[in-house]
């Protein structure tokens, strides 16, 4: 009689521990995705508004470097890479930047992935249809350089994979860890009549 | 005994259980918002980025040029080399520095456009030259044949003191070949109802960017 009594206070007590445990291993799992899914969701908005940023600073190198009497092309992917370096390195962490050397941007992150490996974003510069230069035909002074009538877009992208928490076999990329940037910025350059 | 000590533990289950259903929802409500700002906050970076270059090319051409007839832009310029009636805009008979200017925007802004509604309004305005610096400001007038775009541009002048008058061009305060502005403005709210974050997202925020650019040193 004693002995029951014992036994059913032992397993009462057991009872709630037991049920601690199972609660735990319920929520725990839930609430470490829940933590690693916004710190995630905020290095991914840090570091894609850096890239924006990066890109928009791009263009603007690419477009003041080929709107002047003596620039007629868009400086290569290199130059615009060392200027925006400086401003997208800090935002990212374990990520390299590298220029695009091809004239033709990488349609996919994918692309940069299988040129330079993973966690790699690539900078491409490139300038969309030039048309052919003709003497304008508005009325311009001819003691200053004459600008073109028309002049092209400059485009730079940076693409590729940046690092991330997501857990390899989770992520975008075949390597794991990785999340997907694409973004471009555009403008016009001034084009002069050499 | 026994039924006092089963009646505490499914008392105990019942409260676990209703903790359980409050606490999950709170927390995914919490998450489902934080990712929303934080598109939010990616959406605004673009947008600003996406007006700032617009402005800027608004002056990337010749003062007095014009597109001539059957020219247009594509609001993604990687879609000018098949140009279509709905996917473009006709930029005939406008400054040429508006057609620039939607070239970049569009160029820029990348971003979902699902997730966007944007708030049209003319590509180009000015207010012409009111002919003497006695003359009162008059309120941005489009081009005739402005189409309606995202991304709307105004041609103005700034004063002695550095404040902008869009829309308005005068003599006084912009000769011809001295300082003018352009002010680009674009709006949109971004909608979360086509994403499965609108499960707990009930507001719908609205984008603004504004930005301003003077001409460059070479231009004539």
């Not at chain 1, 009594?5 to 725990?28: G, K």
């Not at chain 1, 060392?82 to 091809?102: I, N």
């Not at chain 2, 300082?179 to 109802?193: E, Q, Y």
Request: glycine content about 8%; hydrophobic content about 40%; proline content about 9%.
């Amino acid at each position: 009689m004693e002995g029951d009594a014992r036994r059913a206070t032992r397993a009462a007590f057991r009872r709630p521990r037991a049920q601690a445990t199972i609660e735990f291993a319920f929520s725990a799992p839930l609430l470490l995705l829940c933590l690693f899914a916004t710190i995630d969701a905020a290095a991914w908005a840090l570091q894609n508004s850096a890239a924006v940023a990066a890109a928009e600073e791009g263009a603007r190198i690419a477009a003041s470097a080929a709107g002047t009497p003596v620039g007629q092309h868009a400086p290569s992917a290199a130059q615009v890479t060392r200027g925006v370096t400086a401003q997208l390195e800090p935002a990212l962490f374990a990520t390299s930047v590298r220029p695009w050397g091809s004239p033709r941007c990488p349609r996919k992150p994918d692309e940069v992935e299988a040129a330079f490996g993973p966690r790699v974003v690539a900078v491409c510069v490139r300038e969309n249809d030039p048309p052919p230069c003709t003497t304008p035909a508005t009325a311009q002074s001819p003691a200053l350089p004459l600008l073109c009538d028309d002049s092209p877009t400059v485009s730079v992208r940076v693409v590729g994979f940046m690092a991330s928490l997501v857990p390899p076999g989770f992520g975008l990329g075949r390597h794991g860890g990785e999340i997907a940037v694409d973004v471009s910025a555009t403008t016009h350059t001034l084009r002069f009549v050499r | 005994m026994r039924r006092v000590q089963r009646r505490g533990r499914r008392s105990r289950d019942a409260q676990a259980i209703l903790e359980t259903a409050l606490v999950i929802p709170i927390l995914l409500l919490l998450v489902c918002n934080f990712l929303a700002v934080m598109v939010q906050v990616t959406a605004q970076v673009q947008l600003d980025s996406a007006v700032s270059l617009a402005a800027q090319a608004r002056f990337q051409t010749t003062q007095g040029a014009y597109d001539p007839s059957g020219v247009r832009c594509c609001p993604d310029p990687r879609c000018c080399a098949s140009p279509s009636g709905a996917t473009s805009l006709d930029t005939a008979g406008l400054p040429t520095g508006c057609r620039y200017a939607a070239e970049s925007f569009y160029g820029t802004m990348t971003f979902n456009q699902g997730m966007l509604r944007w708030q049209s309004a003319a590509l180009c305005s000015t207010g012409g030259d009111s002919g003497g610096a006695s003359a009162s400001p008059r309120s941005a007038q489009p081009y005739p044949g402005a189409p309606p775009a995202h991304v709307a541009c105004v041609l103005g002048a700034t004063d002695p003191t550095g404040r902008v008058h869009p829309g308005y061009l005068d003599r006084a305060l912009n000769p011809p070949f001295g300082l003018d502005v352009v002010t680009c403005d674009a709006t949109a709210t971004l909608d979360f109802s086509r994403t499965p974050l609108a499960w707990g997202v009930f507001w719908a925020p609205v984008l603004h960017a504004h930005a301003e650019a003077v001409p460059p040193p070479f231009r004539q």
